[in-house]
């Protein structure tokens, strides 16, 4: 692969379909558009008007800027340079934002007006950055503006040709089971995504897109696809106003969306509730185990062609894995229910999955790994061309997720699942998440399943309390609606429990009114947060007790 610059693309896009729209943005049904011609003329000015502000390839440039037009142009400006784009969701909290943003060392802060104050207010972190470029209005406080280093610039660019393993991107995991780790993606993986997107979802000229995660308007974009950047805030999902998201659908016709499960389980209900039929014919769900309820809730709001998908992957290895919601409804998800695990699907083209014999340490090499038969549970290791090899400035995170393998590296995805003997993936929960008891290994997914069931649960959680080997297994629920009597509740839960081997050695539950989740997708249960708080509540039960 001689050159792969994703940036590239818009230029072939933009050379056919100059005219046609290719960006939407807008509030209160108030849009403004820009076809690929214009998309690439400011794309070519950003990147004129950087390169001769001093921004050169290779230099780490922190972007933070909010969902539009400039995000989707200033991206491929910094590709088409051969600069390196950072990006790390605002939301993680001051904490994590800070720790990420000093290891990774940028060079340039290219960010809105409210970041750049930031910048000032907590300095340490950017003591690497030598440039500060404002975008928005800069009151003489916060560097020169993105505006005035780009007004008079050229409206055309030549994209550096980059090889397959260069430095594109530096993209943060959500940091579900861990601090978030900043993930290298070089120029090959974004054009391997890219090929995987348009072959395997038939994607491409025509479609409109509606990305409820920024990142995928590029692909959208590159592809020579419409992108509308939906009214929401991508760093809470689970709070996106669904009339205003279903608006855009609708005015736009958009006939493909990519979003967390959270955005829609609000979406849907909205629709049913209204009686309201979207256009959209191909859903990818991702980010999280999507239950068969809500499948048949969008599939019933989507026309009856329409398809769901749900791709399984890692912000490592994306899209990894994939399986339609028919499928899903058809034959898996009646085994979800009874404790299976949840079903993935099959490995894309070009990726291989291996099942290996969980190893809590480092792997140095893939002789080393021990290959685990059909329907053995282990863990899920992936190869192939979408996968990363390096987490920046991480080596020890580094060695202990891949493993060498002759010529390329194998990814280690942190998931515990299997492959059943028709080759689909099935994923049990996160390596992280297993309960040790005395009598054996407890996985997350498949015991939760069985107690998911009772109507009054809206979703539950399972943690182990003591030490690995001999730890006390808790199943910790989020209710749907208040229960009157917790006593009978929890005889109920037990009396599920009883019913499946998997669960019938559960005997401890408690109640929490709201889980903690990831920022990112607002679907990924922080069962460790809820580890330490059962923790401390069977500690306060035991000594109200007298124990």
């Given at each position: 692969?001689?050159?792969c610059?994703?940036?590239?693309a818009?230029?072939?896009?933009a050379a056919?379909?100059a005219?046609?729209i290719a960006l939407?943005?807008?509030?209160k049904?108030r849009?403004r558009?820009?076809?690929f011609?214009?998309?690439?003329?400011n794309?070519?000015?950003?990147?004129n008007?950087?390169?001769?502000s001093?921004?050169?390839?290779?230099?780490?440039v922190?972007?933070?800027?909010?969902?539009?037009?400039?995000?989707?142009?200033?991206?491929f400006?910094?590709?088409?340079?051969?600069?390196?784009?950072?990006?790390?969701?605002?939301?993680?909290g001051?904490k994590n934002?800070?720790?990420?943003?000093g290891?990774?060392q940028p060079?340039?802060l290219?960010?809105?007006p409210?970041v750049?104050?930031?910048a000032?207010f907590f300095?340490?972190?950017?003591?690497?950055v030598?440039?500060r470029i404002?975008?928005?209005?800069?009151l003489g406080?916060?560097?020169?503006?993105?505006?005035?280093l780009?007004?008079k610039?050229?409206?055309?660019?030549?994209p550096v040709?980059?090889?397959?393993?260069e430095?594109?991107?530096?993209?943060?995991?959500?940091?579900?089971t861990?601090?978030p780790k900043g993930?290298q993606y070089?120029h090959?993986?974004?054009f391997s995504?890219l090929?995987l997107?348009?072959?395997?979802?038939g994607?491409?000229?025509?479609?409109?897109?509606?990305p409820?995660?920024?990142?995928?308007g590029l692909?959208?974009t590159?592809?020579?696809?419409t992108a509308?950047i939906?009214?929401?805030?991508p760093?809470r999902?689970?709070?996106v106003?669904?009339?205003?998201?279903?608006?855009?659908l609708?005015?736009w016709?958009?006939?493909?969306?990519?979003?967390?499960?959270?955005i829609?389980?609000?979406v849907?209900?909205?629709?049913?509730?209204r009686?309201?039929?979207?256009?959209?014919?191909?859903?990818?769900m991702?980010g999280?185990?999507?239950?068969?309820?809500?499948?048949k809730?969008?599939?019933?709001?989507?026309?009856?062609?329409?398809?769901i998908?749900?791709?399984?992957g890692a912000t490592?290895?994306?899209?990894?894995?994939?399986i339609t919601?028919k499928?899903?409804?058809?034959?898996?998800?009646?085994?979800?229910?009874q404790?299976?695990?949840?079903?993935?699907?099959r490995?894309?083209?070009?990726?291989?999955v291996?099942i290996?014999?969980p190893?809590d340490?480092?792997i140095r090499?893939?002789e080393e790994a021990v290959?685990?038969?059909a329907c053995e549970?282990g863990?899920?290791v992936?190869k192939?061309?979408v996968?990363?090899s390096?987490?920046d400035?991480?080596?020890?995170?580094t060695?202990?997720?891949?493993i060498?393998?002759q010529?390329?590296?194998r990814?280690?995805?942190g998931d515990m699942?299997f492959i059943?003997?028709?080759g689909r993936l099935w994923?049990?929960?996160?390596?992280?998440h297993?309960v040790?008891?005395?009598?054996?290994?407890?996985?997350s997914?498949?015991?939760?399943?069985?107690?998911n069931?009772?109507p009054?649960?809206?979703?539950s959680?399972l943690?182990?309390?003591?030490?690995?080997?001999?730890?006390?297994?808790?199943?910790?629920v989020e209710?749907s609606?208040?229960?009157?009597?917790?006593?009978?509740?929890?005889a109920?839960?037990?009396?599920?429990?009883?019913?499946?081997?998997?669960?019938?050695?559960?005997t401890?539950?408690?109640i929490?009114?709201?889980?903690p989740?990831?920022?990112r997708?607002?679907?990924?249960?922080?069962?460790?947060?809820?580890a330490?708080?059962?923790a401390?509540k069977l500690h306060l039960?035991a000594?109200e007790?007298?124990l």
């Amino acid at each position: 692969m001689a050159d792969c610059n994703i940036a590239a693309a818009l230029h072939e896009v933009a050379a056919v379909r100059a005219d046609e729209i290719a960006l939407v943005t807008g509030k209160k049904g108030r849009y403004r558009k820009w076809n690929f011609a214009q998309v690439l003329a400011n794309s070519n000015r950003y990147a004129n008007g950087l390169l001769k502000s001093g921004v050169k390839r290779g230099d780490r440039v922190m972007l933070m800027v909010r969902p539009s037009m400039e995000f989707i142009c200033l991206t491929f400006a910094l590709f088409q340079m051969g600069a390196v784009v950072i990006l790390i969701d605002p939301g993680m909290g001051y904490k994590n934002l800070l720790r990420c943003i000093g290891s990774v060392q940028p060079s340039v802060l290219l960010a809105i007006p409210q970041v750049q104050l930031f910048a000032r207010f907590f300095a340490k972190p950017f003591i690497t950055v030598r440039q500060r470029i404002c975008v928005g209005p800069s009151l003489g406080l916060f560097g020169k503006t993105l505006h005035s280093l780009c007004r008079k610039a050229e409206a055309d660019f030549s994209p550096v040709r980059t090889q397959q393993n260069e430095l594109a991107a530096i993209i943060f995991t959500t940091g579900s089971t861990g601090p978030p780790k900043g993930v290298q993606y070089n120029h090959g993986i974004f054009f391997s995504q890219l090929e995987l997107i348009r072959d395997y979802y038939g994607i491409g000229a025509g479609d409109v897109d509606q990305p409820g995660f920024p990142l995928f308007g590029l692909f959208a974009t590159a592809l020579g696809a419409t992108a509308v950047i939906p009214d929401m805030n991508p760093t809470r999902p689970a709070r996106v106003d669904p009339e205003k998201f279903v608006r855009s659908l609708i005015d736009w016709q958009v006939t493909y969306s990519f979003g967390s499960p959270a955005i829609w389980n609000v979406v849907s209900r909205y629709c049913i509730d209204r009686g309201i039929s979207l256009p959209v014919k191909k859903i990818l769900m991702a980010g999280a185990p999507v239950s068969g309820e809500l499948i048949k809730r969008v599939q019933q709001i989507i026309p009856p062609e329409g398809e769901i998908f749900t791709p399984y992957g890692a912000t490592e290895s994306l899209p990894l894995a994939s399986i339609t919601g028919k499928e899903i409804l058809r034959e898996t998800w009646p085994q979800t229910r009874q404790g299976r695990g949840a079903c993935v699907g099959r490995p894309l083209p070009g990726m291989r999955v291996d099942i290996i014999a969980p190893v809590d340490g480092v792997i140095r090499s893939w002789e080393e790994a021990v290959k685990l038969p059909a329907c053995e549970i282990g863990e899920i290791v992936a190869k192939g061309p979408v996968v990363t090899s390096a987490y920046d400035h991480n080596e020890p995170e580094t060695r202990h997720a891949k493993i060498p393998d002759q010529d390329s590296i194998r990814h280690r995805m942190g998931d515990m699942g299997f492959i059943d003997r028709q080759g689909r993936l099935w994923f049990c929960g996160r390596k992280a998440h297993r309960v040790l008891t005395a009598n054996g290994v407890m996985y997350s997914v498949c015991c939760e399943a069985i107690f998911n069931e009772h109507p009054l649960v809206r979703r539950s959680a399972l943690v182990g309390i003591g030490s690995p080997g001999d730890e006390l297994p808790v199943i910790i629920v989020e209710l749907s609606e208040n229960v009157e009597n917790e006593a009978a509740f929890f005889a109920e839960l037990k009396a599920l429990g009883l019913e499946n081997p998997l669960t019938e050695s559960l005997t401890t539950f408690l109640i929490h009114t709201a889980f903690p989740v990831d920022i990112r997708h607002n679907a990924k249960i922080f069962r460790e947060k809820l580890a330490l708080w059962a923790a401390k509540k069977l500690h306060l039960r035991a000594c109200e007790k007298g124990l």
